[in-house]
């Protein structure tokens, strides 16, 4: 997902309220402040939203089939989810989430009606079959209603109700961190995600829909025309989409490290030749990214970038696009350093995800650095391939500037609470320190395509990805996980020089921090050790100069 970015300056044509959104993040992001605020004391619904709860751990995801009708006019859908699950334990209850003001009408199991208890936006369903241990079992959802509409997405996300220049309804969902009950009925939780899934979506006949996997068959019904889609992969529930436009499509493949990948795009029909000048970076991207991840994770369902009508959003082989085919962020460089106008900000970021996100998952929300640290790294991978290890590290380096050390990087386990958005760049550069500690930029390749190996299309928790981390680069990085997804302070470097004796230490850090560090001395690079007791190094010189690769800052201590 997005990072809310501080200081844009506003194009005067962009009066809507997604630009006005921007206006406000030069002083806090959107969730930020008020989940800093107000998400100290957690609610039922948070639990129920967030937790891995009784009605939902017994049964295990096999497959899903929704199938909805989108009515743009009254900005309505109907529609119904059939849930195809493994029994793992016996359990009679089982818990379905769908936000209001959309409601379930019926839920049935093998063509009889159930019962249903609602509390809030979760619904638990009271099971008339006896629910055996290995069976494969299924229920059936019916929905309807006005979603909720989305204000300034993807950030606050629902459905986005909009038209084109030309007057055509141009309609997009987006829903990470508010979920997919906000305009579909499932298991709303990241730890499970369904094996594959349909996606069956009907609209006006002039119009149409692009959601994820492959397209399977158009159905004209008449004045509607039905979209069948497939995705033959696992997918977490925010990565489900429906795009629904005057769309045009051209293509091309890909030949990559598994073989032909289709690669699509669809676009408004009056963007198209922009869209073919823009969309180059795509296969750009698919290269470096292979480079440095591994394969792309979803072969079989293809890569699709889709316009929308808001920034972008890393909706699995679906992603989307509306950074008006500009390079940067709107035009403009995030890290103002001149290298963030060299790519496409949203095609670069968000497919970025297609790596972290997608293929691998947090289990728990307040985990999404996960996503977010490592996708934010990726754009500077990206300048590594095209154009050296000088562009990327400039680039990471300068993106410190939006960093706020507000509160910690990982947010509050099982109610459903993300951390500070500090997740995007420092955990960046965060990362970025880990490459330093390889010392050999293949070993750190290795690792990064290790990684998307060892945890293909998996749910995983940060302890996973620490232990991963440490274990492949030989260092106990206990400490330093602590000090920057759990701690607000920069380390701080003491140190001072007396007759070529430097003297240095660790401080304003977590209990035993410890870090590999280096420095410049008479031209050579050396290495130093620092822990939270004062140690000593011999040195040729009176100066030395810290790695700014390093995010720290620096104390010299009078003698």
């Not at 939780?189 to 979506?201: A, F, L, P, R, T």
């Not at 436009?245 to 030949?255: A, N």
């Not at 947090?362 to 562009?391: C, P, Q, R």
Request: with cysteine.
């Amino acid at each position: 997902m997005l990072t809310p970015q501080k200081g844009f300056n506003l194009n005067k044509r962009m009066k809507n309220q997604f630009f006005i959104f921007f206006l406000f993040c030069s002083i806090l992001s959107l969730r930020g402040q008020h989940l800093l605020e107000e998400k100290e004391n957690f609610t039922r619904q948070d639990t129920l939203r967030g937790s891995i709860t009784p009605e939902r751990i017994w049964w295990d995801l096999t497959s899903y089939h929704l199938a909805i009708e989108v009515v743009p006019n009254l900005k309505f859908i109907s529609g119904n989810n059939t849930i195809r699950y493994t029994v793992l334990e016996e359990y009679q209850t089982l818990q379905i989430d769908l936000q209001a003001p959309l409601k379930i009408t019926k839920v049935t199991q093998d063509g009889i009606t159930l019962k249903v208890i609602d509390d809030g936006n979760a619904h638990f369903v009271q099971l008339l079959k006896k629910q055996k241990i290995g069976n494969t079992e299924s229920i059936v959802v019916y929905y309807q209603g006005n979603p909720k509409e989305a204000i300034q997405a993807p950030w606050d996300g629902g459905f986005s109700w909009k038209k084109d220049k030309n007057g055509n309804h141009f309609i997009a969902t987006s829903c990470q961190g508010l979920g997919a009950s906000v305009w579909w009925p499932c298991k709303d939780h990241m730890y499970d995600e369904v094996k594959n899934m349909k996606i069956s979506v009907t609209v006006p006949r002039n119009l149409m829909d692009v959601s994820n996997g492959k397209l399977e068959k158009i159905v004209d019904n008449g004045t509607t025309k039905t979209y069948h889609w497939s995705v033959d992969n696992p997918i977490n529930n925010y990565g489900v989409n429906i795009n629904i436009g005057d769309y045009t499509h051209f293509s091309e493949v890909y030949k990559g490290e598994k073989g032909n990948l289709d690669m699509d795009y669809y676009v408004l029909k009056y963007n198209l030749e922009k869209a073919k000048k823009q969309f180059t970076d795509a296969p750009k991207m698919m290269k470096a990214f292979e480079h440095w991840f591994g394969p792309y994770p979803f072969y079989e369902d293809g890569f699709k970038l889709v316009e929308v009508p808001y920034l972008g959003m890393e909706h699995q082989s679906s992603v989307t696009y509306g950074n008006q085919f500009k390079n940067g962020y709107l035009g403009r460089d995030l890290s103002g350093t001149g290298w963030g106008l060299k790519f496409d900000f949203i095609i670069i970021h968000e497919s970025g995800h297609e790596w972290f996100a997608n293929n691998i998952t947090n289990k728990d929300i307040a985990d999404m650095w996960i996503h977010e640290g490592f996708t934010a790294y990726s754009e500077n991978l990206f300048l590594d391939y095209y154009y050296g290890k000088e562009a990327s590290s400039e680039y990471v380096i300068g993106t410190r500037k939006r960093i706020r050390n507000d509160r910690p990087i990982i947010g509050n386990y099982n109610v459903n609470a993300e951390g500070s958005s500090d997740m995007y760049y420092k955990g960046a550069n965060m990362i970025h320190m880990l490459r330093q500690f390889t010392k050999n930029d293949e070993k750190w390749r290795g690792i990064l395509r290790k990684m998307n190996a060892k945890f293909h299309h998996q749910t995983v928790t940060t302890q996973q990805i620490e232990s991963f981390l440490s274990d492949e680069i030989d260092l106990d990085l206990h400490s330093f996980f602590n000090q920057y997804l759990r701690d607000v302070r920069i380390p701080t470097l003491e140190y001072n020089i007396d007759k070529n004796i430097l003297h240095y230490r660790w401080t304003n850090v977590v209990e035993g921090f410890e870090m590999p560090v280096e420095f410049e001395s008479n031209k050579q690079w050396q290495w130093l050790y620092p822990t939270v007791s004062w140690q000593t190094k011999a040195i040729n010189s009176s100066t030395i100069t810290v790695d700014e690769d390093y995010y720290i800052t620096t104390k010299i201590l009078k003698k």
